[in-house]
């Protein structure tokens, strides 16, 4: 009996750590957020409002935290502090908005930016290996077609808005801290970028004129701050083999290729001829040096059965 009395009891404490919230979630304007995301702080006990933004979940305890999130507005957090009916106001998230954008006529929010332009931040490619801003460009910006260059600076042709001219360059304008840069991007080093915006769209002639029809690429370089002194290294470690381990040839192998060479592509001459390409102290059985010198092949001949 005692046994059965403490099964119960600690079955009945269990069940009244359970506790059951309901609630409805809506945006800034009352209007309701299907499918937002209902979770109790700290576990993955989660559930997701219905077409009319109303939810229930049963809580581990009555001190349990909600955490409410919904894509495009701001992550809220409520304590249930005990009580069964919890609804909430989602805020639109404003971050991304308030980001500054670099525009040949000046800088202004994504917010109020109307045009089509792409922006990278330096400090997210800190850690790639990169050897040149069309490497940065490649792997960080959508909408552009840049090719693959084996030159020794690393630099390819881009293009932002397609092959626009049959006999003019496509290439984009380079703007590198409000200067137009008439140089190579091979002469900018990555690690000097702070911010790289790229205008896509038709508005970037209105600032550039005719030169910015093909797309401008504006690079905001690294200054000095009012900070104390930063030291920033950069540094990268690679490891380069021979891939064909192929030994060169020695002075005996290398006349002995370029004689195999001669007879194989003048064979008419080596035929009639036998020797002439051979080395004069080691000559064929059967052909003696005066036979070897009295060979008489003119340098037509020699070019016409190669």
């Known amino acids: 009996m005692l046994f059965l009395a403490f099964v119960m009891v600690t079955f009945l404490g269990h069940a009244q750590d359970g506790f059951t919230v309901t609630g409805n979630i809506t945006d800034e304007a009352a209007v309701p957020l299907p499918g937002a995301s209902v979770v109790e702080k700290g576990?993955?006990?989660?559930?997701?409002?219905?077409?009319?933004?109303?939810?229930t979940i049963e809580v581990s305890n009555q001190n349990a935290i909600l955490v409410i999130t919904y894509i495009g507005y701001g992550e809220q957090e409520i304590p249930v502090a005990g009580s069964s009916e919890i609804s909430a106001s989602l805020?639109?998230?404003a971050s991304s908005l308030d980001e500054v954008v670099v525009v040949g006529y000046g800088a202004v929010k994504k917010k109020d930016l109307t045009g089509a332009v792409a922006q990278l931040d330096a400090t997210k490619v800190a850690n790639q290996s990169t050897n040149s801003v069309t490497d940065v460009?490649?792997?960080?910006?959508?909408?552009?077609?840049?090719g693959n260059s084996t030159s020794p600076s690393g630099v390819s042709n881009i293009q932002i808005r397609g092959n626009n001219s049959i006999t003019a360059s496509s290439?984009?304008?380079i703007v590198v801290d409000g200067f137009i840069f008439n140089g190579s991007l091979a002469d900018i080093a990555p690690q000097d970028i702070d911010k790289?915006?790229?205008?896509?769209?038709?508005?970037s002639a209105a600032v550039y004129g005719a030169r910015g029809a093909n797309g401008v690429i504006l690079i905001?370089?690294?200054?000095?701050?009012?900070?104390?002194p930063t030291i920033t290294i950069n540094g990268s470690?690679?490891?380069?083999?021979?891939?064909?381990?192929q030994r060169p040839y020695s002075a005996d192998q290398y006349d002995d290729w370029r004689v195999d060479v001669f007879k194989s592509s003048r064979g008419n001459v080596a035929a009639e001829n036998p020797g002439f390409f051979d080395d004069p102290n080691n000559l064929p059985d059967g052909i003696g040096l005066d036979q070897w010198l009295a060979y008489d092949v003119d340098r037509e001949t020699l070019l016409e059965c190669g």
């Open 43 to 55: 576990t993955t006990n989660g559930v997701s409002t219905d077409f009319d933004g109303n939810y």
């Open 91 to 93: 805020e639109p998230s």
């Open 137 to 146: 460009l490649r792997a960080n910006i959508a909408g552009l077609s840049i």
């Open 171 to 173: 290439a984009p304008l």
């Open 196 to 203: 790289l915006d790229v205008l896509k769209d038709a508005s």
């Open 220 to 228: 905001t370089t690294k200054r000095g701050k009012s900070e104390k």
């Open 237 to 245: 470690v690679g490891f380069a083999e021979d891939a064909s381990g």
